[in-house]
């Protein structure tokens, strides 16, 4: 394929989830998804799942998500069919980062990671890869769109990277789909409980990543 096909898909391919975006997702609500969901009766959980394996390939925000899952389903029902979309969804994404679009989610990563974590990703083995890919997932505040696309592109096998995946989901699901089943009553002390959780799983993965990045040449140092 040559230079300029390449980069005809490229901007082509980029329009098209702008305007996809645009269009269709920048006003969605966890709220409208699950009240979309809940229209499906006794398949909402298949539409839910469905929902968790599109939207991400977009950069949807995964937290609202999780959300709309507390709202529709409560937390143990919830984390399971969310724990079932983001694994078939991270899957989707990072076959298509290695097989379908290398040079155009190349380019658009290198933009929105910060150079460290870029070189310490790519440059990484394949152990080391699945520590990074299993701290990333446990931080909320590190997109999980990203981490998808990025780990299509590292040299981590996807065995690897789906148990790396699904470990470190897990904690951040369920403290997410809690929120989302706690959130109709704000002043509850259990959706109070819920926020803490959150603020204690981001502080504690970040105090993680700080750890090994000092004990050993996994993680990048911070600035």
Avoid: H
Wanted: aromatic share 14%; proline share 4%.
């Amino acid at each position: 394929m040559t230079k300029l096909k390449k980069t005809i898909i490229i901007i082509a391919t980029l329009a098209f989830f702008i305007c996809i975006y645009n269009s269709f997702l920048c006003d969605i609500t966890a709220a409208s998804i699950r009240n979309w969901v809940d229209g499906f009766g006794s398949l909402a959980p298949f539409a839910y799942i469905g929902v968790w394996i599109v939207l991400p390939i977009f950069f949807f925000p995964v937290p609202v998500l999780a959300l709309a899952g507390g709202l529709s389903f409560g937390l143990w029902d919830g984390t399971l069919y969310t724990i079932i979309g983001a694994i078939i969804n991270s899957s989707v994404m990072y076959y298509i980062a290695k097989i379908l679009s290398k040079d155009m989610i190349r380019s658009y990563l290198k933009e929105k990671m910060p150079k460290a974590w870029w070189d310490k990703f790519m440059e990484s083995s394949s152990r080391d890869s699945f520590l990074i890919v299993f701290i990333c997932r446990l931080i909320p505040a590190m997109p999980y769109n990203v981490i998808n696309y990025a780990s299509g592109l590292a040299e981590i096998g996807f065995t690897q990277y789906t148990i790396a995946t699904f470990i470190g989901i897990l904690p951040g699901t369920v403290i997410f789909l809690n929120v989302g089943d706690k959130i109709l009553d704000i002043k509850s002390p259990e959706f109070i409980i819920s926020i803490i959780l959150v603020i204690l799983l981001t502080a504690g993965s970040i105090l993680l990543g700080k750890a090994l990045s000092k004990k050993s040449s996994v993680m990048p140092e911070n600035d």
